[in-house]
Each structure stands twice: as structure tokens, then as C-alpha cells.
């Protein structure tokens, strides 16, 4: 299937400077090859990471090098507008994914989005695609982070799971308890109900002597502080890896698509087993000031972008 349209629009940054920067392109259509789906997006979540793109983080790190444009945007959900040979999906399949890497023209906050078919998970029926659409990378991140704490060992299983009510760490608290922990969430006072309602316990600071930490909010040196000596810590910032200090094992996510897992994670979505929360649907159009919204804090889930 060939669309007419002859160009479509996507939020991009030419400059990297914040939210301000932010802009909608007109860009031209691009056709699927071997294995490819191009996706129709319904809808497109704002993650922390994106604001990290649009203020140049990344650029001077030397990790994106784009001539023109940087595209904006790594989770999605929609439908399959057009596919490539051997992509194993047909038009109108509902699917959901992420985009991979920071140094690349294209991105999801877009309305259309060429991706790799084995990268994508088919939607399962009764989760809407706005509310999917904040759940592959975030997911995605924290069962990769269970992954490398690993199962909780014999009697000492005490986990810390910072940023429990933010993007990546309640998806951390559900998963964590499969592998053994015994799983704590800090965030602060106004989510206890929340954080509990995960099945884990609460606290708003981060003490000392877990056995674990997964730092989902991002604390870094505040959050390995908390890991008793011999522990484990995991942190979610690659670009910013930790040193390892009083024998705590150090390890950073960098979160990969992963259509098989994406699978298992959205089946639990449905089952209700794993959150989905929209805070705000936010026209395409409007990307800058969606940006913006995240910069002042204080969201729980994710902005979502619509067409």
C-alpha cells in the first residue's frame, strides 16, 4: 500500500535549546523496506528522556549528529499504514513499540513513523491506543531493570524502587515482585495511595541499607548511598554510569526494542496488572507547549501527543 499524502507532520529540533525549540516539520512520506511496518500513530507519549533530546543533552554528549534535524519522540501506538515484504503484519493491525537510539532525522511524535516489525507489539484488544502508547519504553526499561537486579536473593530481598510513581519505576515495583523482592516505592507523600495500590510499601525519603535500588528517579549518588555494602544498584541514566563503590555491583538500563517482550508487557496491561496512565492528550501541533508541561514536574503519566 502506497499513501497519497505527499508529506506528513513530525516535532523536530534543529537547534536544541528546550521546549522552545521544538517545531513541527513537514517531511516527506518514507516506504517501508524488508521486514518494515510504517505505523499511522494514534498516539505518541512525552518521556523524559525526549526532553533530554530537545535541550541538547544528547548533541553534546556527541551522540546525535543530524545535518538538518533531530526527530523527537521514542514511544508510539497506532496502526499499521503500510508494510514491507516479510514484515509479518498487515494494514490496520494496532500496534505499539518505541524507536531506538538518539541520533536519528525521524522520531514518534509524528503521524507517521517507519519501524522495524519485530520491534513493534500488536495491541491487545480492550487497551486503547493512547492509553498503550505509554507503556512500551517505560515497560520496556523496567523489565530490563528486574533483569539485571536479577532474583532476589534468600533473606535479603529489601528493595528500593526511587521515582515509584513516576515513568519507569511503578512498572519496576509490579515486576520486581515476580522475581522475589520485597519491594519499596519512594515518591512523594500525595502518591502513597498510589504507590501502594502497586502492591509495594512506601516511603518518601531514601534511608539506607536496602539490598537493592532501582533508580528509577534518577538519584544517582543519592540512590547508591542508600544500597547497603555487597548490594545492588541499577541506575537508568547510560550516559552517566556510576562508579561502583563498598562492593555494591553497579548497572545502567539502556533500554532496546523488544517486540516479544512488548508482547508480554501489554498482555499484562490488559489483564490490569501493569499501569497505563495518560495524564494529558495534547495535539500534535502543540508539541512545545507539551514539552514545556513536563519541564515544570509535577505529571503523572505521560502527556500524550495525538495527530
Do not use: C
Not at 535549546?17 to 518514507?30: F, H, K, L, T, Y
Not at 498482555?267 to 494529558?280: E, M, N, S
Amino acid at each position: 500500500m502506497t499513501t497519497q499524502q505527499q508529506t506528513y507532520r513530525q516535532a523536530v529540533v534543529r537547534v536544541p535549546s528546550g521546549p522552545r525549540s521544538v517545531e513541527i516539520a513537514d517531511v516527506p512520506p518514507v516506504e517501508p523496506g524488508p521486514g518494515e511496518v510504517r505505523v499511522r500513530i494514534a498516539g505518541a507519549a512525552v518521556n523524559p528522556v525526549d526532553l533530554g533530546v530537545a535541550g541538547g543533552v544528547f548533541h553534546r554528549l556527541g551522540m546525535v549528529n543530524q545535518p538538518e534535524h533531530t526527530g523527537l519522540g521514542w514511544d508510539f501506538a497506532g496502526t499499521v499504514d503500510a508494510a514491507g515484504p516479510d514484515a509479518g503484519l498487515t494494514v490496520g493491525t494496532r500496534v505499539a513499540g518505541f524507536v531506538d537510539g538518539f541520533d536519528r532525522a525521524h522520531g514518534s511524535h509524528a503521524e507517521l513513523l517507519v519501524v522495524p516489525a519485530a520491534d513493534v507489539a500488536v495491541v491487545p484488544d480492550g487497551v486503547d491506543l493512547v492509553e498503550a502508547a505509554t507503556v512500551p519504553l517505560n515497560a520496556t526499561a523496567a523489565a530490563m531493570i528486574v533483569d539485571l537486579l536479577g532474583a532476589a536473593p534468600e533473606g535479603g530481598g529489601r528493595l528500593l524502587v526511587t521515582g515509584a510513581a513516576g515513568a519507569v519505576g511503578p512498572h519496576v515495583a509490579v515486576l520486581a515482585r515476580d522475581r522475589g523482592w520485597e519491594v519499596t516505592g519512594m515518591a512523594r507523600a500525595a502518591d502513597e495511595a498510589f504507590v501502594r495500590g502497586l502492591g509495594a510499601g512506601f516511603t518518601t525519603g531514601p534511608g539506607e541499607g536496602w539490598d537493592a535500588v532501582a533508580d528509577a528517579g534518577a538519584l544517582q549518588e543519592r540512590a547508591l548511598a542508600a544500597v547497603r555494602d555487597g548490594g545492588r544498584f541499577v541506575g537508568v541514566q547510560p550516559a552517566a554510569r556510576l562508579p561502583e563503590e563498598r562492593g555494591v555491583s553497579v548497572e545502567v538500563v539502556f533500554a532496546r526494542p523488544d517486540g516479544e517482550l512488548l508482547t508480554r508487557l501489554l498482555a499484562r496491561v490488559a489483564k490490569g496488572d501493569l499501569p497505563a496512565r495518560v495524564h494529558a492528550v495534547v495535539p500534535l501541533a502543540e508539541a512545545a507547549g507539551a514539552y514545556q508541561a513536563m519541564t515544570e514536574g509535577g505529571v503523572r503519566g505521560r502527556i500524550v501527543l495525538v495527530p
